[in-house]
């Protein structure tokens, strides 16, 4: 008969007696138990504070750190100044008198929120992209296998046109093309062994963080530490130039020379060869830039005065000294952040004022005209006329992350997004899966959020209006309640940081609501602001916001 002990079928036995059915589980210890064995497993070390709990139970026990000050006493609170666990003999000790504590099970939950979210990151972005990038590097080398074949026929091709005199030669040659193709192939090879080798430290990382966020052993959880930052700065991208085969006219002097040659090859690096952006499979697969957190107090750096005589009501970034403003009159502004100095001033052709201002990859500014129905174009102080439209004016305008336009326009109450590359429509979007507008006709200011959702804010409708890259509607925000000043929602300008959040100016509630990119409302910022109206973000994300009645710029840091 099968003994039930050694049986692949068998339950859960004593790890003392290891004959009983397991029933119970010390979560100090970590040891399966039965009943029986209870109370000796008590009496085996006195000086430790056995948890002994129902065996469906176990691991539900928090265990915490034992301090390194006072043997056996456990610490349930956190310095945060001395960022150490402490016991209450250590704060009876006076030790840490005046310092900020924290119960360290909410410490451990943001380690724990923080480990989850540097996971995901690793699982879902980065681990990924490199996924791609040796898929990219053994494409390469297929593709390379190709090319080198097509050079060794090319020159098979060649030779064949030859007395057989120069066979030598020909052979020469290919051999000198084998030589190049295995070195190269080699240093590719070598290339995909280190991103392998990556891949699988990452994964192994991202099984050492789920592992930690599946403990109870806080002081486990404590110590675990992260390189998702060193991930992040992905490989070199490695470019193999193929040598070219340079035929000559066949003569019966110096065969060497004049039958051809390989040109030089040498591999190159290219540092910036590959980004996070490497994949686009899912919005989490785009550059992934340092997690910040949100200041507890916004703070103004510095303000600027803009001059205009009624009103401002777009402000631009052109670098991070440098901003462009338009106002009231038919001149748009560019101003010195640092010291607050008008550096220059363009007059559109028309003589109307702009309707929107924005600021290319490239640098040139762009603006919307209104009443003359064009997208205009600065470059070096020339305007160029871009877009002019028919029936619909232009309103807000956006430059992307790839280069194209979005530009919002209406006509007889009706209201899109149009993209355009150039001059060129690509894409209209104006109802939804249902055939209802999207926008209504007070809809002005646009931006696109680095997950490539186009966010727009529609005053007519009260609400911040995301759809997807596709066009198709993710979400509207509507505000947030209580309000700063109890009015209801006004969004105004529009714009997103780093982290993907989506920054929009509440006009009559004197404030900036910052949401997520999926709508969830995470803070207000006031600094005191009046009427805010504009908004932009810098690279260093320093938010820009400019208040309609005072005609000023203020600059805001609110990120750690």
Same mark, same amino acid.
């Given at each position: 008969?099968?003994?039930?002990?050694?049986?692949?079928?068998?339950?859960?036995?004593?790890?003392?007696?290891?004959?009983?059915?397991?029933?119970?589980?010390? #979560?100090?210890?970590?040891?399966?138990?039965?009943?029986?064995?209870?109370?000796?497993?008590?009496?085996?070390?006195?000086?430790?504070?056995?948890?002994?709990?129902?065996?469906?139970?176990?691991?539900?026990?928090?265990?915490?750190?034992?301090?390194?000050?006072?043997?056996? +006493?456990?610490? +349930?609170?956190?310095?945060?100044?001395?960022?150490?666990?402490?016991?209450?003999?250590?704060?009876?000790?006076?030790?840490?008198?005046?310092?900020?504590?924290?119960?360290?099970?909410?410490?451990?939950?943001?380690? =724990?929120?923080?480990?989850t979210k540097e996971r995901n990151e690793l699982n879902d972005t980065i681990y990924p992209i490199y996924k791609d990038i040796a898929s990219d590097v053994q494409n390469r080398m297929s593709q390379l296998q190709k090319e080198y074949g097509d050079l060794s026929t090319a020159i098979t091709k060649h030779g064949e046109d030859w007395h057989r005199e120069i066979d030598k030669l020909v052979k020469k040659l290919k051999a000198e093309v084998d030589e190049m193709k295995n070195t190269q192939l080699q240093?590719?090879?070598?290339?995909? #062994?280190?991103?392998? =080798?990556?891949?699988?430290?990452?994964?192994? +990382?991202?099984?050492?963080? $789920?592992?930690?966020?599946?403990?109870? *052993?806080?002081?486990?959880?404590?110590?675990?530490?992260?390189?998702?930052?060193?991930?992040?700065?992905?490989?070199?991208?490695?470019?193999?130039? %193929?040598?070219?085969?340079?035929?000559?006219?066949?003569?019966?002097? $110096?065969?060497?020379?004049?039958?051809?040659?390989?040109?030089?090859?040498? %591999?190159?690096?290219?540092?910036?060869?590959?980004?996070?952006?490497?994949?686009?499979?899912?919005?989490?697969?785009?550059?992934?830039p340092p997690v910040k957190q949100l200041l507890d107090e916004p703070k103004t750096v510095t303000t600027i005065h803009t001059g205009y005589t009624n009103y401002l009501d777009n402000v631009a970034c052109l670098s991070d000294e440098e901003i462009w403003t338009r106002g009231n009159d038919n001149t748009m502004k560019l101003f010195s952040i640092n010291q607050g100095s008008l550096l220059k001033s363009i007059r559109i052709k028309s003589g109307n004022e702009p309707s929107s201002i924005v600021v290319?990859?490239?640098?040139?500014?762009?603006?919307?005209?209104?009443?003359?129905?064009?997208?205009?174009?600065?470059?070096?102080?020339?305007? +160029?006329?871009?877009?002019?439209?028919?029936?619909?004016?232009?309103?807000?305008?956006?430059?992307?992350?790839?280069?194209?336009? @979005?530009?919002?326009?209406?006509? =007889?109450?009706?209201?899109?997004?149009?993209?355009?590359?150039?001059?060129?429509?690509?894409?209209?979007?104006?109802?939804? *899966?249902?055939?209802?507008?999207?926008?209504?006709?007070? &809809?002005?200011?646009? &931006?696109?959020?680095?997950? %490539?959702?186009?966010?727009?804010?529609?005053?007519?409708?009260?609400?911040?209006?995301?759809?997807?890259?596709?066009?198709?509607?993710?979400?509207?925000?509507?505000?947030?309640?209580?309000?700063?000043?109890?009015?209801?929602?006004?969004?105004?300008?529009?714009?997103?940081?780093?982290?993907?959040?989506?920054?929009?100016?509440? $006009?009559?509630?004197?404030?900036?609501?910052?949401?997520?990119?999926?709508?969830?409302?995470?803070?207000?910022?006031?600094?005191?602001?009046?009427?805010?109206?504009?908004?932009?973000? #810098?690279?260093?994300?320093?938010?820009?916001?400019?208040? @309609? %009645? =005072?005609?000023?710029?203020?600059?805001? &840091?609110?990120?750690?």
């Amino acid at each position: 008969m099968m003994d039930p002990r050694t049986s692949a079928q068998d339950v859960m036995r004593c790890d003392l007696c290891e004959t009983a059915v397991v029933q119970m589980h010390c #979560d100090t210890c970590l040891v399966n138990l039965c009943t029986a064995c209870v109370g000796k497993h008590m009496i085996s070390d006195q000086s430790i504070n056995h948890k002994v709990v129902t065996i469906q139970t176990r691991k539900s026990t928090l265990l915490y750190p034992v301090c390194t000050s006072h043997a056996k +006493e456990q610490c +349930e609170m956190y310095c945060k100044q001395c960022d150490i666990p402490v016991c209450l003999s250590c704060l009876a000790s006076k030790h840490h008198l005046g310092h900020e504590l924290s119960k360290i099970v909410q410490v451990v939950g943001e380690k =724990k929120d923080m480990i989850t979210k540097e996971r995901n990151e690793l699982n879902d972005t980065i681990y990924p992209i490199y996924k791609d990038i040796a898929s990219d590097v053994q494409n390469r080398m297929s593709q390379l296998q190709k090319e080198y074949g097509d050079l060794s026929t090319a020159i098979t091709k060649h030779g064949e046109d030859w007395h057989r005199e120069i066979d030598k030669l020909v052979k020469k040659l290919k051999a000198e093309v084998d030589e190049m193709k295995n070195t190269q192939l080699q240093t590719l090879q070598k290339h995909l #062994d280190e991103i392998n =080798k990556t891949m699988s430290d990452i994964k192994e +990382e991202i099984d050492s963080m $789920e592992t930690a966020i599946d403990t109870n *052993d806080l002081s486990k959880l404590l110590n675990v530490s992260s390189n998702v930052h060193t991930y992040g700065y992905l490989p070199h991208k490695i470019i193999p130039p %193929l040598p070219k085969f340079i035929p000559r006219k066949m003569h019966q002097e $110096e065969l060497s020379k004049m039958f051809g040659a390989l040109s030089s090859s040498s %591999l190159t690096s290219d540092e910036h060869g590959y980004s996070m952006k490497t994949t686009q499979k899912s919005p989490e697969a785009g550059s992934s830039p340092p997690v910040k957190q949100l200041l507890d107090e916004p703070k103004t750096v510095t303000t600027i005065h803009t001059g205009y005589t009624n009103y401002l009501d777009n402000v631009a970034c052109l670098s991070d000294e440098e901003i462009w403003t338009r106002g009231n009159d038919n001149t748009m502004k560019l101003f010195s952040i640092n010291q607050g100095s008008l550096l220059k001033s363009i007059r559109i052709k028309s003589g109307n004022e702009p309707s929107s201002i924005v600021v290319t990859k490239s640098g040139d500014l762009v603006y919307t005209d209104f009443y003359d129905r064009t997208v205009n174009i600065v470059k070096n102080e020339k305007i +160029e006329e871009v877009i002019r439209l028919q029936k619909w004016r232009p309103k807000g305008v956006c430059s992307t992350s790839s280069g194209d336009l @979005l530009v919002i326009m209406d006509y =007889k109450k009706q209201s899109k997004v149009v993209r355009y590359s150039g001059s060129t429509e690509k894409q209209t979007i104006q109802f939804d *899966d249902k055939g209802k507008p999207i926008y209504t006709v007070d &809809t002005r200011y646009i &931006t696109e959020n680095r997950n %490539l959702d186009i966010c727009v804010s529609d005053d007519g409708a009260k609400a911040v209006v995301v759809v997807n890259q596709a066009g198709k509607l993710r979400f509207r925000y509507t505000g947030h309640t209580p309000a700063p000043k109890n009015e209801p929602f006004s969004p105004r300008g529009i714009t997103t940081d780093s982290q993907t959040h989506i920054l929009t100016a509440d $006009e009559y509630n004197h404030c900036v609501h910052i949401i997520d990119q999926d709508g969830q409302f995470l803070r207000y910022i006031d600094c005191g602001l009046s009427v805010p109206y504009g908004l932009c973000i #810098d690279t260093n994300d320093n938010m820009f916001v400019a208040q @309609l %009645l =005072k005609k000023q710029v203020k600059k805001i &840091t609110y990120l750690k």
